[in-house]
């Protein structure tokens, strides 16, 4: 068995609750552990990672943060689901919209994680994986989504690796924000096609709710009060998915 603690979480199995929300920021996770969970404890702080668990309508739920960028979440996911006991981890983010149909402050829901990151080479496998959400988290997450009335969009997400790309001279409608955008696929992250490919391997379930912060195609971006209550919306749906479970 693996031991703990990791190099990078220094806590015990029972220190996590069985589905953990993992915002990329690490005092995001610090702000749902104050507002929304009650008795909230620091479970883990290393290299300012915070992590806690609480209490959410009385089911136990933990927060920690990824860091940015697939590297840092595969460590950190791997980790919660290998060594940790941890059951389901919900991205909780941000998205750069890539359709016109999808407003700022809309909240996407990732089915599948298109990525240009070779962390599937990781895996040795002879072709292309296809990193999908669980639909046990889907499912139960749509539905609350509609309970709670908020506008969702459920779909392909772009994990990149990339996010000051060097496009100089690069035509318009050859952008990678125009061809993936002609592929259907909803917004841009960085994290969810790592998480998504984790989970597979390991037999866990994964889902990365995202809210549209900016838009690629119009130039929209939110400030950051607005981002505040859009994040809020988000938060508690992904709360009321974990509970529901």
Request: net charge negative; glycine share 10%; with cysteine.
């Amino acid at each position: 068995m693996a031991q703990y603690p990791t190099p990078h979480i220094n806590a015990a199995p029972e220190d996590f609750a069985k589905t953990v929300l993992m915002p990329g920021d690490p005092l995001r996770a610090k702000f749902i552990a104050e507002n929304f969970l009650e008795n909230a404890r620091l479970v883990n702080n290393v290299r300012g990672i915070q992590g806690y668990t609480g209490t959410y309508k009385g089911v136990p739920v933990s927060v920690m943060a990824s860091g940015m960028g697939m590297p840092s979440i595969g460590i950190y996911s791997y980790e919660l689901f290998s060594i940790f006991g941890v059951e389901n981890i919900i991205r909780v983010g941000s998205a750069g919209g890539m359709q016109e149909g999808i407003k700022v402050r809309d909240i996407v829901l990732g089915m599948g994680a298109c990525t240009d990151s070779n962390y599937a080479s990781n895996f040795r496998l002879n072709g292309t994986f296809a990193p999908i959400a669980s639909y046990k988290l889907l499912s139960t997450c749509v539905q609350r989504a509609g309970e709670l009335g908020l506008t969702y969009h459920v779909g392909n997400l772009l994990s990149s690796d990339v996010f000051y790309g060097d496009f100089e001279g690069v035509a318009e409608n050859d952008l990678p924000s125009k061809k993936w955008g002609k592929m259907g696929v909803m917004a841009v992250e960085m994290e969810a096609a790592a998480l998504y490919m984790n989970a597979s391997r390991l037999g866990k379930n994964a889902l990365a709710i995202c809210t549209v912060s900016d838009h690629l195609l119009t130039g929209e971006a939110t400030s950051a009060e607005e981002r505040q209550s859009s994040f809020t919306q988000m938060i508690t749906l992904a709360l009321e998915t974990a509970i529901s479970l």
